[in-house]
């Protein structure tokens, strides 16, 4: 049973400016599917329509045990924030190159699921090369203590 995701690639895809934990409207096969570790960030991100902000791309696999009742693998979630929230995310959105990714999914304590969602600025492949070197360098010194 998985009971955190995480989305590795918008670390290495992305520089995360601000993180946020939000709630997220699911059909009950959802979250019994996101229990069975059937979820996929590839390509997701949060877009602002009409002052509500949404998850677009965000992959989570049929029920298993799901009947004619099921829900569709990919369609638009809404994400829950404060107003507040919301508008100053809004405000920051309007700035060029900034996006919203996804950065885990998660049950809290109450059996909720939560995402917690990132504003994030594009790396060039520069900054995606350094990632690289060092996360080599550190796996050679951790390899030379053991």
Not at 47 to 60: A, P
Not at 95 to 116: S, Y
Request: no cysteine.
């Amino acid at each position: 049973m998985a009971q955190e995701m995480n989305n590795r690639q918008a670390y290495f895809n992305y520089h995360i400016d601000d993180k946020y934990v939000a709630g997220i409207v699911l059909l009950g096969s959802e979250v019994k599917s996101i229990r069975e570790g059937k979820l996929s960030f590839q390509d997701s991100f949060g877009f602002f329509d009409q002052g509500e902000l949404w998850l677009r791309g965000l992959y989570i696999g049929e029920y298993s045990k799901g009947t004619v009742n099921n829900h569709i693998a990919v369609h638009d979630r809404k994400l829950l924030l404060s107003k507040k929230e919301l508008k100053k995310w809004e405000a920051r959105m309007k700035e060029k190159g900034l996006t919203i990714v996804p950065l885990r999914v998660f049950f809290n304590e109450k059996n909720l699921v939560k995402v917690e969602i990132g504003l994030a600025r594009g790396k060039k492949l520069h900054d995606k090369r350094d990632t690289i070197k060092t996360r080599e360098v550190t796996r050679e010194i951790k390899r030379y203590l053991k």
